[in-house]
């Protein structure tokens, strides 16, 4: 596999569950899905660090949260009231074309 921006050859590993070839590291398949072997117990110690630090965002209610006011921004709010992502301060739903 190489990479699309530069040509340099990237690892590759392979899925065990469709066989597909996928960049090394990943902890999906992109073809099936599948999560990948070390990769749950790699997310849980990532959340469990962020917790221990005080950081909110491993412990995000998906129900609750706010998405950033600009139509174009994938930001969510935080605690602070601005987006998370652009910066932008929260002023109501998010705006629609």
Known sequence: MKCPHCGESLGEITCPA???TLPE?????CWCGQQLSGAAQEVQAQLTDAKAEGDDEGT???DSRKLCSDGTCIGVIGPD???KECGK???GEPEMD
């Open 89 to 91: 301060p929260y002023t």
């Open 18 to 20: 469709c066989e597909g």
């Open 60 to 62: 995000v209610d998906f």
């Open 25 to 29: 590291g990943s902890q999906y398949c």
């Open 81 to 83: 009231g601005r987006c």
